[in-house]
């Protein structure tokens, strides 16, 4: 296995980068990835928290907050008025108010309408049923191979954020984010990535954040990022694509137009970086351009994202 755990974000880039050169909807524009690379002095710095709606209490409470949180962060858009914030923060009150919320065998026995009650939402979540189900993974397998603590997880795999990423997509079948196109597995892993960028956020790449291949990270495929790179050019739409996205149509999970979307966006993103840092002679972590791309589109009001039932994102 320890093979395979450091192929883990190979195969992402690389499983992207296939799609990208076989893709028939999404194009990944050079010109476009020239033209956003030469406007960049620096990426600006986004604080991982930068709306303090996070718990963080510099310990193991705060690995298991950030477990929970990224078992549920998808798919917030059929409710108009839901979003991550309101998860985030939610989850924060609840552990705040009950320092037990997350125990291991206390999320193997949530209810819908309990999670509700946890975020103080006043109605049924998107895919209610799968964040309950997704709750019960976690506890259940939390329970019976890290002695119900999500910080063991991060004990054990060696400050190494492709082993982190490996190990929680063995473990947790939620995470395990991937699909077949045109004959080919695709493996993009978001919610798995994005844990160990949000444990390297949090703690500030110190103690449980700490990773020393905090770079092998992609971005995080999501909704938000690949409406982001249309934006500036870097990607571009088939019409028959563009026209389903600005007509609010949905795009089925594991359709070529959805794997397209997502994978042609880590791809441009890490032709990106590359190129920042031929022109920069810096290195600059996809995680920061994530966190700059994401953070720009969340507080564009007139961004239309692609629209996708997914527990991935």
């Not at 990835?33 to 991982?48: G, S, Y």
């Not at 190990?167 to 939620?174: I, K, L, S, T």
């Not at 990535?193 to 390297?200: E, K, V």
């Not at 791309?293 to 007139?302: D, F, H, K, R, T």
Request: aromatic residues 10%; charged residues 25%.
């Amino acid at each position: 296995m320890p093979h395979q755990l450091e192929k883990s974000m190979d195969n992402v880039r690389e499983c992207s980068a296939w799609v990208a050169s076989h893709s028939s909807h999404v194009i990944v524009d050079s010109e476009g990835i020239e033209k956003v690379v030469n406007t960049i002095d620096t990426i600006p710095k986004v604080e991982w928290d930068f709306e303090g709606i996070h718990y963080f209490d510099n310990g193991p409470l705060t690995v298991q907050y950030l477990l929970v949180l990224d078992a549920l962060n998808f798919c917030f858009w059929p409710d108009k008025d839901l979003n991550y914030d309101h998860l985030a923060s939610g989850l924060k009150a609840a552990l705040q108010n009950d320092k037990s919320a997350f125990d291991a065998d206390r999320l193997q026995k949530y209810t819908g309408p309990q999670l509700r009650e946890l975020l103080k939402w006043p109605r049924p979540l998107p895919l209610e049923d799968e964040r309950v189900r997704l709750l019960h993974e976690v506890g259940a397998e939390l329970g019976r191979s890290f002695e119900g603590k999500a910080s063991n997880i991060v004990e054990r795999c060696g400050k190494s954020a492709v082993n982190l990423v490996a190990m929680v997509a063995r473990h947790f079948p939620g995470f395990r984010d991937h699909s077949v196109y045109k004959g080919r597995q695709v493996f993009i892993y978001k919610r798995a990535q994005i844990l160990a960028a949000d444990l390297w956020g949090a703690f500030r790449g110190q103690g449980y954040g700490e990773f020393k291949d905090i770079s092998s990270l992609t971005i995080m495929a999501d909704y938000i990022v690949p409406a982001v790179l249309r934006q500036h050019g870097v990607l571009k739409y088939s019409p028959t694509l563009a026209s389903t996205i600005e007509a609010s149509g949905e795009i089925g999970p594991g359709t070529e137009e959805e794997v397209e979307l997502r994978a042609c966006s880590i791809h441009a993103v890490e032709k990106m970086r590359e190129l920042i840092s031929v022109k920069s002679g810096r290195q600059v972590l996809s995680v920061e351009l994530d966190l700059w791309l994401w953070a720009s589109g969340v507080q564009c009001a007139s961004l239309q994202h692609h629209r996708t039932l997914s527990i991935y994102y």
